[in-house]
Every structure is written in structure tokens, then in C-alpha cells.
């Protein structure tokens, strides 16, 4: 089924490479690993390398938010971007025809460990009563919510690593469906943290590599991801309200596709049957047919099972080659931020014609199918139209078409 293009007139980013779009996609394009980087283990975890947002300092603004959980002030900031390059005053917008669906995989896990370790060194007493306000899952979609005034629909999407790509669809979705002019679309997570790092070290999904340079996707000696944070927003709106307003549109929101693997708690299907489905069903909405696609931003996240599974799915969608990137070599795995971060940045690429490499990847893994991967520099394209993935624990897939 085709749905209707949403204009994307407004974006924003919190990255470890930057706090903002610009500085992130020049970081990118260098291939240039951020400095923000923990220089030895994190604290307890025996974990060497993680990544992590710089001070975000005069940029996170109003009264009480800077005691707020970072996966809140991560999202407020990267939205109040979004909001500025979009020219949107949400003091005189019209809040009932307005939505916010925000995508998250952990919620406030720094003040939960927190009021954990109050609990337990100091008693019940020294829990603070903001814990739960700070921390809840939904608390980002309803601060931003009462901070501009939103009175539409305010959704948070959990669908583990895929939530940020979900939360654009289903902003996508409340626009097609009528119940918004006016839909901020956000991912968000903050799980550089002793708790979260010592649970994905157990299972063996950490790169065990010392180095800046950890993170490798579909390279030959990748052996798993490097933990991040960030957050990464859009607005988006119908094309009617962005011609009224006469607003500039930087792209558009084409299709979007959300399938299940329902194979395995936390492995994706090795022949990415799932994700396929995905990327088919968000081609179909779009009106398009895979050769129509001239770039793909990868999930790419450096896993052996992840980049195995999804090189054989862009093989098989995608026989006529378009450039494979994957944001992660750089950026690390910002979980439930990473799908909305990507499509920033695909949007980007594609408004910029430059696809930028995947870092750290010297040698791709030679078993894998060939697929056109962007090493060792930014490549020119003609391309206007692509493609992006996210997918999760539990077997979540989403996919965006996008295009300019």
C-alpha cells in the first residue's frame, strides 16, 4: 500500500562525535573517532571502551532540566534543534494537532542504578521521590509534551535498538491517518552505565578491542559493538501544513515497514527473513521498487551474527549495488537512539550527495556477500532516494525510505 510522503522540515541530533547536526556529520565524513571516548574500563564493568555524549552546557535550557535523567535531556535538546531548523514557535502552534512519539530501549537506567545504590547503602528514606518522574520510559515523550505545550498524541515506542526508526514511522503513521498536522519524532537512550555495559559484556555482545577504533562493521575482525549514547530527532509534518506555513523541506519521509523475527530472544534470523520483510513493506509503502534505492544506512552495528545476516539482505534486496554505510563504526550503538540518529544522517547524505565511510572498517569480512561498502573516505553520489535499518532484541525490524 502507498502512503503519503511526510515533509521532514526539522532535525537535531546529541552524538558522542557532536551536539548538533553539523558537527556530528563532519565528524562522520572525517571518519574522525569522538574524544568523549571513556579512557580505560568503565567503573566495575572491566569494559575498555565506551562512548559518551560531550557537556552539552548552555545548549540544555529551562528551569529543572538539568536534574532530569540524560535520556530526557538528551531528547530535549536534540528536539529543541529540530523545532529551530523546522521555524516552528510552539507558543503560538495549535498543541491538539500536534504529536511527540519518542523511541527508547532503557529509559532512566542512571537514576534507577542511583536510587539502587541509595536504597542500599543508606535505606528507603534516601530514595529520592523524583526517582520514578526521572526515570520511567514515557518521561521523555511527556516532558517534551508539557514543555511545548503538545496535547495530541504523546507515544513512546520500545522496541529495544529499532525504537528510534519505529518512533519516526509511527509519527509517519498519525500523520497519514489525519490525527496530526504536526507529528516530533525523537530516539533516545543513556546506557553508558555499570548495570547496562556488565549485562551486554556477559553475553558476549561488547567488542573486546581496546582501541578508539573498536567498532568495525562488516569487517573482517569485528567481534562485537562499542556502547553509546545520543539522541537523535525529526519533525515532521504533512505537506499541506508545510506549504501553508511555507516552511523549508528537507526531505521527505517516505515509507516505513515494522515486522518480527520471532526467532530468538536477542540473535537475528540468519538470513534476515525478517528484516527483509521490513525493508519490502517500507518500499511498497513508499511506491518504489528496490532499484530505486541509490544509498543504504546499515544497522551495521560490528556483531558477527548482525552484519552477517544484514549484508545477505541488501545482497539479496538490492543485486543492482547501491553504497552500504553504517554510522556505528563511528558513533558507536546508541540502542533505542540509533534508528532516529541514522535517519538524520541519511537525510543528510542525501541532501549533501556524499555518502560518508564506515570508520574503523579497513578489510571487510570476505565472507560475506559483495555489497558496495564505503571504506576509506566519503564517496560522491547522484543518489535521491534510501534506505535505512533498525533492528532489536526480540526480533524487532524497521526500515525508512527516504528522499530528497
Not at 71 to 97: H, K, M, N, T, Y
Not at 122 to 143: D, F
Request: contains cysteine; charged residues 15%; aromatic residues 4%.
Amino acid at each position: 500500500m502507498t502512503g503519503g510522503a511526510a515533509a521532514i522540515t526539522g532535525t537535531g541530533l546529541v552524538t558522542p562525535a557532536g551536539t548538533d547536526v553539523d558537527a556530528t556529520w563532519a565528524a562522520l565524513c572525517a571518519a574522525r573517532s569522538p574524544e568523549s571516548g571513556d579512557p580505560g574500563p568503565l567503573e566495575g564493568t572491566g569494559v575498555w571502551h565506551s562512548l559518551r555524549v560531550p557537556p552539552l552546557g548552555e545548549q540544555l535550557t529551562g528551569r529543572g532540566t538539568a536534574r532530569t535523567d540524560p535520556f530526557i535531556r538528551f531528547a530535549l535538546v536534540a528536539v529543541d534543534q529540530a523545532l529551530s531548523e523546522a521555524g516552528l514557535d510552539p507558543g503560538v502552534w495549535d498543541g491538539s494537532r500536534v504529536g511527540v512519539v519518542v523511541g527508547c530501549g532503557l529509559g532512566g537506567v542512571t537514576t534507577l542504578e542511583e536510587g539502587h545504590q541509595r536504597l542500599s547503602r543508606n535505606g528507603p528514606e534516601m530514595v529520592s521521590p523524583y526517582m520514578h518522574p526521572r526515570s520511567l520510559i514515557n518521561m521523555a515523550a511527556g516532558t517534551l509534551a508539557m514543555r511545548l505545550g503538545i496535547t495530541g498524541p504523546s507515544h513512546t515506542v520500545v522496541a529495544a535498538c529499532a525504537s528510534g526508526a519505529a518512533a519516526i514511522g509511527l509519527a509517519k503513521t498519525l500523520l497519514d491517518a489525519g490525527t496530526c498536522d504536526t507529528v516530533i519524532a525523537c530516539g533516545t537512550d543513556a546506557g553508558v552505565t555499570p548495570l547496562v555495559v556488565s549485562g551486554f559484556a556477559r553475553m558476549g555482545a561488547l567488542s573486546s578491542h581496546k582501541g578508539p577504533d573498536a567498532s568495525r562493521p562488516f569487517a573482517a575482525d569485528r567481534d562485537g559493538f562499542v556502547i553509546s549514547e545520543g539522541a537523535g530527532a525529526v519533525v515532521l509534518e504533512r505537506p499541506a501544513t508545510a506549504l501553508a506555513r511555507h516552511a523549508r523541506v528537507l526531505g521527505r519521509l517516505l515509507g516505513y515497514g515494522s515486522t518480527s523475527d520471532a526467532y530468538h530472544p536477542v540473535s537475528p534470523h540468519p538470513e534476515g527473513v525478517g528484516a527483509e520483510a521490513a525493508v519490502r513493506q517500507a518500499l511498497d509503502q513508499a511506491g518504489l521498487v528496490p532499484k530505486d534505492v541509490g544509498t543504504f544506512n546499515a544497522h551495521g552495528t560490528s556483531t558477527p551474527q548482525n552484519d552477517r545476516s544484514e549484508a545477505q539482505l541488501i545482497a539479496r534486496v538490492f543485486p543492482h549495488g547501491p553504497s552500504v554505510t553504517a554510522n556505528k563504526g563511528l558513533l558507536g550503538h546508541t540502542l533505542g537512539a540509533s534508528g532516529a540518529i541514522e535517519a538524520v544522517l541519511t537525510l543528510r547524505s542525501l541532501r549533501t550527495g556524499t555518502v560518508p565511510p564506515i570508520a574503523h572498517t579497513v578489510r571487510a569480512d570476505p565472507g560475506l556477500p559483495d555489497i558496495d561498502l564505503v571504506l576509506g573516505g566519503v564517496r560522491r553520489h547522484g543518489a535521491s532516494v534510501a534506505v535505512s535499518t533498525s533492528f532489536g532484541f526480540g526480533g524487532s525490524n524497521s526500515a525508512l525510505v527516504l528522499d530528497v
